[in-house]
C-alpha cells in the first residue's frame, strides 16, 4: 500500500496512528513535493449514514481555523470508499506517548504547553466547534528542525515544543441550521478525560473541553488522571459524580493560584467553568508570578468543583458511592503511574459509552426521614400552641366567670332594750378564700350597725355576677328615740362595703 497513489497524488508510506474514527499515515505529496500527515476514514463499512456528511465538515470546519496550536489541513476529499484529511506533519511525539516515556512535567514546562492548547481551543469554540476528545494523545509536540537540518529532541526537552490540537474527527459541529451530526444520548469520547455531563450523554459544549483540559493538566503533572478504575463506566461514573483531590494536595510544589484555576476548570457545573481565553490568561499569569494570589479563592472553586447545590443535586441524581472498581487518587499515592496496563491507559481508544445514569432518585429512607423529621416539628409545635390556649382559657374563663356569693339571711328580734341586739354582726359573706381563684379575691361584707329598735327579718338578695342587686330598704319602725334609722345598701363592685 506504500506505493499507492490517492487521489493520483498522495503516497502513503506508513501508518503512524489511529484516531477516533480513521488511520493516521505518514505521507508524501508528489505534487508540492512534500511530506504530509494523512487521515483515512473507511466510509463503506460504515452504517452511519452521517458519517461522510460529518467527515466532510471536519474538513472544512478545521480548515478553516487559524492558530498554531490547531493542525493544519490542507487538503480534503472522499470517494464511495472513503474520506480523507491532508494534514501538515508534526515532527513530535504525542504527549501520552511523552509521559509513558519519560515521565510526569515539571508545573513550569506544563502551564505553556496548557496555554498554547487553551488558545486553540478558544479558536475552535469561536468558530462553533467543540472537539469533544481532548486528551494527551492527541496534543502533540512540533518543533522546526534545526539549522542543519535535525529536529530537537522533544522527549528529552519537551519545553522546545509547540503543542498542537489533531484529530477533531469526532468534533460536535453544528451547521446554520443547528443541525447536530452526533447523535444524541451518546457519550463519545475518552473516559478518563470527558466531562461530567458528556459521561451522561448531556449536551456538551465548550465548557466540556475545558474540563478535559484540567484532566490532561492532571496527566502530564501527576502522569496520570484524576479518575482510574478497571473499566470505562466505572470512570464515566466516577467524572459525573466524584470529586478529585486537588491537585495541590498530590503535589505540594503546585501554585495555590494553578490549584485554584484547575479546581475551577474541574467544576461539575459546566457554568462554573471558565473559558479557554481565560485559562489562557490566567495560565500565562501564573508562569510569570507562581506566588499570585488565586484569581477565585480556593474554598469557592471547590464549592464549584462539588457541583451543584442541593436542589441542583435532587434534579439531576444524587451521586451514589464510589463503585468498587474507581480508584480516586489521594494524597497517599506516590511514584509515578504512567507505566499502566492497557486496560487503564489515560491514553486508550476513544469510542462511544454508555451515558451513566441521569435518573437517579434519593432514596426512599432518605425521603421518609425528612418527612418524618418535618411532620414531627409541626406536631410538637402544634400541641405546645395548644397548651398554652388552654391555659391562657382556663385563666380568663375564671375572672369572668367568679365564684358565686352565697345569700345570707339576717335575723333580728324587736326589743325595748336600746342595748340588746337582735342578731350578731355578721363580719363577712365571703366563702373562704380557697373556694375562689388565686387571683379573684373578695373583701368581707359587713352589715348595718345595731340600732336600738330592731326592724322586721330582712333577706338579702341573692348576688349575680352582671347586675347590681337592687338596694333593700327597711320599712319604717317604730322609734323609741328621734334619729332616723340608717339605709342599707348591699352591693357586688368589688369593694364590698356597705355606705351608711
Known sequence: MESELLAGRYQLVAQIGEGATGRVWRGFDTLLE???AIKIVDLAGSTDPAMAERFRREGIAIAGLSDDAIVKVWDTGADDRRGWLVMELLSGPNTSKLIKERGPLSHE????????????????????????????????????????????????HPELGRPVLVDFGIARLVDEAGKQLTRPATAIGTAAYMSPEQARGMEV??????????????????????FLADSSIA????????????????SPDIPPALDTLITRMLAKDAAARPTAREVAHELRAIAANPKMSPTVPLDAAATALMGAT????LLSGEPGPPTADTRVLSPTQTGPTYAQTASTDPGGQTGAVAPVGTDQEPSSDQEGNRATRHWGRWLVGLLIVALAAALVYSWTAASRNPVTIPTVTLTATA????????????????PPTTIAPP???????TTAPPTTTAPPTTTA?????????????????????SQPRPTSTDTDDGGGEVSP
Open 439 to 445: 387571683t379573684t379575691t373578695f373583701p368581707p361584707t
Open 235 to 250: 470512570v464515566a461514573h466516577a467524572q459525573a459524580f466524584d470529586t478529585p483531590v486537588p491537585l495541590g494536595e498530590l
Open 415 to 430: 326589743t325595748t332594750s336600746p342595748t340588746t341586739t337582735s342578731a350578731r354582726p355578721t363580719t363577712t359573706v365571703a
Open 34 to 36: 512534500r511530506a504530509v
Open 461 to 481: 338578695p341573692p348576688t349575680t355576677t352582671t347586675t347590681q342587686p337592687p338596694t333593700t330598704t327597711a320599712p319604717p319602725t317604730t322609734a323609741t328615740t
Open 205 to 226: 459544549g465548550p465548557a466540556s473541553d475545558v474540563y478535559s483540559l484540567a484532566c490532561v493538566a492532571y496527566h502530564l503533572i501527576l502522569g496520570r488522571p484524576p
Open 109 to 156: 514546562v506544563a502551564m505553556p504547553m496548557l496555554a498554547d492548547v487553551s488558545d486553540g481551543l478558544q479558536a475552535a469554540h469561536d468558530a462553533g466547534i467543540t472537539h469533544r476528545d481532548v486528551k494527551p494523545a492527541n496534543i502533540v509536540l512540533d518543533a522546526p528542525a534545526e539549522a542543519d537540518g535535525t529536529l530537537p529532541d522533544l522527549m528529552a
Open 310 to 313: 442541593a436542589e441542583t443535586q
